[in-house]
């Protein structure tokens, strides 16, 4: 027995600093956040505070099926399975009043995309009166892993909150969550990290801890990189992920990403913009960069906007939800996928996966927050994209006429890929 309590001591010796206090179930991350202590926290939950272990994806599912069943504003559903057969997971979170009226409100989305037939007052009580829709994506590139566990922190921080912030997302948004875009790149990502870390992290450089097996985590299964396949749908993550995306028809949409360095990037967006992106949509860039500096400000954090992240390229997680009326944009994370727990920069600082997650989780707040504050001018501009659109079918040419006679197989590819994406 003695020889046990030894080796569970040294255990406890061996944690990382601040193990210990966060497991007590505080969550300082939000500035003023209050909690329900009926909903379990990460740290609680998972035995470890968010920023000090890599989150595998069968325990982030667990702990998202926690919350669920604790939470009467969150639902956990599947949109599909990766190739290795992993749940692709999707959370609706709202007001417990929002869920009864769950459906309405997703076919009142609907009827802002397609106006056709409605008569405006219809058009205007929906904006009026229906919350609208904001989906997040996390980690769709595997390697830049930080992004899940912002993911379980956001969740958190909305099935628990009580504060009038997070009660006020939940009164104007349903919140669509994928927590994990690429299930098996970022397993093959922790799974390197669990097998090359010792017993404690090393803030080395030099570190193996901080080095990944090939071939890293940031494709799918197939290797294939996800966030250019948007446009193409070539792969069943991105197939899957289209036709949940397009039964919301989300006013917003953010893509969580990673990249080196130290600050944080966040839109608008640098030139050149596909020419599909319309004004409006650029000025809304600007009102989400504002909220977001906004809530970076508080923490003192760098940040900056316009440079290294264009919208050209149709196929990226911001550029193609932007040509279906959303706003689409990319968050870029420093730190990037080789940072493990912690690292040393070459100033003596530390840049730790904590950091990342933190900044991450207070973009996805601000977003949310900006978009609950500005529903109804969001939902009218939304409304305004698909008129111009439809407007654009009364032009010289509305209809374009595929002929299959030459090569039937690629004429049924290219006419399966356009439907699929929503285009008549």
Known sequence: MKRILSTMALSLCLLPAGVEAQTAGSFDWFPGGTYDSSIPTPASFLGYAIGYDFTPHHRLKAYLEA?????????????????????????????????ARLEEIRLNMGVLADPR??????????????????????????????????????VYQLAAGTDAV????????????????????????????Q???????????????????????????????????????????????TIEYLRWNPVVHVDFHE?????????????????SIPSVTMKWQGIYGEGNAEAFDQFGWPYYTKIGFDMYYPGFGDSWPSMLGAVGMTYEQGGGSSVGIEIKR???????????????????????????????????????????????????????????????????????????????
């Open 117 to 154: 037939g409605v008569d405006q007052t219809e058009l205007d009580a929906i904006i009026q009166g229906s919350p609208t829709v904001a989906w997040l994506s996390y980690s769709v590139h595997g390697s830049e892993s930080a992004g899940t566990e912002a993911a379980i922190l956001t």
């Open 195 to 241: 097998k090359r870390r010792g017993m404690t992290y090393t803030d080395n450089p030099s570190g193996w801890e901080h080095g990944s097996d090939w071939p890293g985590g940031r494709t799918n299964h197939y290797y294939f990189d996800l966030n250019r396949d948007w446009s193409w749908q070539t792969q069943v993550e991105t197939q899957q992920r």
């Open 346 to 424: 070459e100033d003596g600082t530390t840049h730790s996966l904590r950091q990342r997650a933190h900044g991450h989780f207070t973009a996805s707040m601000a977003t949310l927050k900006t978009t609950a504050e500005r529903r109804q001018e969001r939902m009218a501009d939304f409304l305004a994209f698909f008129r111009h659109a439809l407007a654009l079918g009364d032009g010289p040419v509305s209809t374009y006429a595929f002929v299959p006679d030459t090569d039937p197989y690629n004429a049924d590819r290219l006419v399966k890929l356009l439907t699929r994406q929503g285009i008549e």
């Open 259 to 275: 990249m080196g360095g130290d600050s944080y990037f966040f839109f608008p967006a640098a030139t050149p913009v596909h020419k």
């Open 67 to 99: 919350v669920a069943a604790a939470s009467d504003r969150v639902s956990l559903g599947s949109y599909g399975l990766t190739n290795e057969g992993r749940d692709l997971m999707l959370l609706t979170i709202t007001s417990p009043a929002n869920h």
């Open 166 to 193: 997070t009660t006020n997302i939940l009164d104007e948004v349903v919140v669509i969550i994928d927590p994990l875009a690429n299930p098996d790149g970022r397993e093959r990502v922790v799974h390197s990290f």
